[in-house]
């Protein structure tokens, strides 16, 4: 760092993100992308044409492109708010809504804590049960903003909508945020409760179900009012922080839906064929709704595993945090990748 550093930064902890070797050396199972491709037109839609319009700015307002998404999920446009990946809207939501501090459980998405202290929030992080699910009790009418993410990483578990609505419902003086980044894998949205609430964001992304992770492209959907907060720190850092090329990519991802829809059934198969192998190979596999599982082995130490799996062009992802040292998580990819992943582990667990 230089010597001339904002002191308010110097101890900043920064997110650590799942390694990205730019080689295709690896299956990677370790940042929770998409196997798939994204859609036909999104491939042949972003052509000449479209790029030799880079000379111009992008549309701030990303009317198309809300439009489309307010249609796909009978809401209006101005509910919706689009932005540079959805951890550019969370950084945003803690920055507005984290005043009376902010909570969110022990284990979960490591962004959260590292939002926190970049705006000086205080949080407090409620653990999880012994069987790592969320304790909706903890959240039911308390004063700070709220984050729950539904499934939660690293875990892939989900809350009971009902226990969302409770949360949400019990404190309307406070804003309650469902980060929903893995929900089309087989989870609920909690958004048909943002019609019924003005205290509820929901925050989606493009980087998982639609394969757009390179992208950068995510979404929120709430109340006008919230989304006229988001919008406030959007236009006072960077109005054009969703550019042209990712734009037109999500008109063309939203219009091509089906694809997406059908890619997301054949990842919950191959989750599921890879729970039934590592069960059988002695595993515990928590029961995931994401498109990743959490997994353990009495038979050899979650970093051991990542090693060797790494050693073998495997990479996955492995937490050092004490309770869940143990654990690594699983991206699920294609059929071929799972088969090999699980060929791998068999012959890690034979010591071969
Ligand atoms: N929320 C959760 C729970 C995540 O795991 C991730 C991905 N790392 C994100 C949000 C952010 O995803 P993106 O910025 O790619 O939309």
Request: with cysteine; charged share 30%.
């Amino acid at each position: 760092m230089s010597k001339f550093l904002n002191d308010k930064y110097l101890s900043l902890e920064r997110y650590v993100p799942g390694e990205q070797p730019q080689d295709k050396k690896y299956i990677k199972l370790n940042t929770n992308e998409s196997p798939f491709p994204p859609s036909p037109k999104v491939i042949e839609g972003l052509n000449k044409e479209e790029k030799e319009k880079l000379c111009l700015y992008c549309d701030p307002e990303c009317k198309g492109l809300k439009k489309a998404l307010a249609d796909l999920y009978g809401v209006k446009a101005e509910n919706v708010f689009l932005s540079n990946g959805s951890d550019d809207i969370l950084n945003f939501a803690f920055m507005v809504w984290g005043k009376d501090g902010a909570i969110f459980p022990d284990i979960t998405y490591g962004f959260y804590t590292v939002f926190c202290d970049l705006h000086g929030v205080k949080y407090t992080q409620y653990p999880l049960k012994d069987d790592f699910s969320i304790n909706a009790d903890d959240y039911i009418g308390k004063k700070e903003f709220a984050v729950i993410a539904n499934p939660n990483a690293p875990t892939g578990m989900t809350m009971e909508m009902s226990d969302i609505e409770k949360i949400v419902a019990s404190n309307p003086d406070r804003v309650v945020l469902i980060d929903e980044a893995y929900v089309d894998f087989g989870g609920e949205s909690a958004l048909p409760l943002t019609e019924k609430y003005d205290n509820i964001l929901v925050c989606q992304t493009f980087s998982k179900s639609r394969s757009l992770a390179g992208a950068r492209l995510g979404f929120a959907i709430g109340n006008k009012a919230l989304i006229e907060d988001l919008d406030l720190i959007k236009y006072s850092t960077n109005p054009y922080n969703v550019n042209r090329l990712t734009q037109k990519a999500g008109e063309y991802a939203v219009e091509e839906n089906e694809y997406y829809v059908n890619n997301c059934k054949k990842i919950v198969e191959n989750r599921e064929y890879t729970q039934r192998e590592l069960e059988r190979l002695g595993f515990r596999v928590l029961d995931s709704k994401a498109n990743f599982i959490f997994v353990k082995s009495d038979k050899i130490s979650g970093g051991d595993l990542y090693t060797a799996l790494k050693d073998r062009g495997v990479l996955v992802r492995h937490f050092t945090r004490e309770r869940i040292k143990d654990y690594n998580r699983v991206t699920i990819g294609s059929r071929e990748q799972m088969e090999k992943f699980i060929g791998c582990v068999t012959d890690i667990l034979k010591g071969e």
